[in-house]
């Protein structure tokens, strides 16, 4: 089968976006019609409180980005 990595965002600030399933909820249906389809997810990036200006990558953001590619390439 083939592999794929999830990126979530979300308006929602943190941790409001965990409690209301904003990125969470958002990932598992999509690891749930994927695997329906023979694909599986091997990382996923969840980001919260994107509206507030936190729009750029931090560097812990950054290393779970570079993380989630190597998983996908090995």
Do not use: M
């Amino acid at each position: 089968g083939k592999r794929a990595v999830f990126v979530s965002t979300s308006n929602t600030s943190w941790p409001w976006n965990i409690v209301f399933r904003q990125t969470r909820g958002a990932v598992n249906a999509l690891r749930e019609i994927f695997g329906y389809s023979g694909i599986k997810c091997v990382a996923n990036v969840q980001r919260g409180g994107t509206h507030f200006g936190k729009r750029e990558l931090t560097p812990r953001d950054r290393h779970k980005c570079l993380k989630a590619t190597r998983k996908l390439l090995k």
